[in-house]
């Protein structure tokens, strides 16, 4: 089948390329030339494990091209995604200009019947303002002859596995009282949907709300474990202990429900405000919602609270290691992680910061590079050279066994703040450091 994608970010960029990957031919529209260029020659923009191989072998089989030219792009597919982006506006709603921009381009350059599939994270109602600015534009260009379908198809891929997630997808969720538009994603979906049933095919607006539900859903989990972590801290309970013991239950279960330092990303904060916002709008006191937002930026300070106390107020001066920019590991993704809110508190309080992060170095160049109180190193054994403390903010798999004993002669005083939860305060305790982690009880 052929089929064009409207934006090659994490969402565009995975779902054309295993799309191609199963046969179909793929078009790939963006309005970004140099990110383009660098996909035609196999170079990705992004850290996404496994991508690379899979864009350049099916460049090379044909199946798929990259191009700004959007007339190409609408003549292609039968099947249109729009796969941009749904920034926060000034107000935390979704900013819905790059997603009405690619529906009048499609109305546009249409001359044949469309289903356009919305792949990006927008309020409910979404798919009839598309409809209608399609309609509006056909009518101008005097072609409302030509048919079309707004599907709701929202992305649930996590980046750091977002070709993985792509491949053998938990469900696919198709908004649309059309059963022909069904039937299309049905067989272009065919090949990802072939040991049991995955489609759950639904109401465009309940689509729609499936995708902010499920996000929000998950930073509600984060909320409440850090909730609880910071009443296991006060309360000389050890949260790990916690988590287990509720993990247990099935109707809990354990996935997501680590505490740490607040959640970070393209998605969750700013989807649980984009909800929050569409609740305002009909006068609905999103509560649960807003203590998650709540807590959440509350959480964000907890590292550097404790890193106030323990030099009583006094870091003018000193220098942290930091291990760890991105918002979770497996990926360079910076856009609102805890180790920026907690690096702009040191740099206020005129602290220095020696940073390593595996993937998310160029990023951290990208956005800092002109501070002289950030030193981006090569190693996290580097980053530990002279510094006062060594502070943990992302858990990548790399810092989970490092070798304690040279950590311990870098550092100018054995301290550890661990923003995950990383290892075992008993241990530290006879390793001979002063070691803070998240909802258990400080070792000094
Ligand atoms: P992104 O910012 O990484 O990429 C968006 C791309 O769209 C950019 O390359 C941009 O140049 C391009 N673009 C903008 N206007 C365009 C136009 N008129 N025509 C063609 N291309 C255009 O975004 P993303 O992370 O891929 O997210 C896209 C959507 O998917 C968002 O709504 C997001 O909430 C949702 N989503 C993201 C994730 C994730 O993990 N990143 C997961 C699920 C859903």
Known sequence: MKATVFGTGYVGLVQGTILADAGHEVVCVDV?????????????????????????????????CFTTDAALGVAHGEVQFIAVGTPPDEDGSADLQYVLKVAQTIAEHMSAPRIIVNKSTVPVGTADRVGQCVGEVLAKRGRD??????????????????????QKPDRIIIGTENPESVEVLRELYAPFNRNHEKMIVMDVRSAELTKYAANCMLATKISFMNEMANLAERLGADIEAVRQGIGADPRIGYH???PGVGYGGSCFPKDVQALIRTAEEIDFDARVLKAVEARNAQQKTTLFHKIQRHFRGELSGKTFALWGLA?????????EAPSRVLMEALWQAGARVQAYDPEAMEEAQRLYGSRDDLALCGTKEAALRGADALVIVTEWKSFRA?????????????????????YSPERMAIKGFTYYSVGRQATL
């Open 327 to 335: 918002f979770k590991p497996n990926t360079d993704d910076m856009r």
């Open 402 to 422: 490092p070798d304690f004993a040279l950590i311990a002669q870098q550092l100018s005083e054995p301290v550890i703040f661990d923003g995950r939860n990383l």
């Open 256 to 258: 997501f429900i680590y």
């Open 145 to 166: 002859d030509l048919t079309f379908d707004v599907v709701s198809n929202p992305e649930f891929l996590k980046e750091g596995s977002a070709v993985a997630d792509c």
């Open 32 to 64: 970004d030339a140099d990110k383009l260029a660098q996909l035609e020659q196999g170079i990705i923009p992004i850290y996404e494990p496994g991508l690379e191989a899979l864009v350049k072998a099916n460049l090379a089989a044909g199946r798929l």
